[in-house]
């Protein structure tokens, strides 16, 4: 098997993702393990970083996106 360090994430739709932040989220609340909040704030970075926004844009983008695709 080949080994490899980082994983690019490049066809996942928004409401997955931001399934996987809130879900992020949620366990590091409930759990008390900061390693949940500081995974989900990393790649909440990492997105924001890359759309050229803050990261509350990012998630009210992502949020907007989703609702929007629900009311279809």
């Known amino acids: 098997m080949k080994e490899f360090d980082k994983i690019s ?7 997955d993702m931001l399934m996987i ?3 992020l989220e949620y366990t ?4 008390k393990i900061e ?5 989900k704030n990393s ?3 990492e997105l924001s970083s ?3 926004s803050t990261e509350e844009e990012f998630l009210e983008y992502l949020n907007k996106s989703v609702a929007g695709q629900r009311a279809l």
Not at 9 to 15: F, G, R, T, Y
Not at 28 to 31: D, S
């Open 9 to 15: 994430i490049q066809e996942m739709s928004k409401e």
């Open 50 to 52: 890359l759309a050229e």
């Open 28 to 31: 590091g609340n409930n759990t």
């Open 21 to 23: 932040i809130e879900a």
């Open 35 to 39: 390693d949940y909040i500081n995974l």
């Open 43 to 45: 790649i909440l970075k």
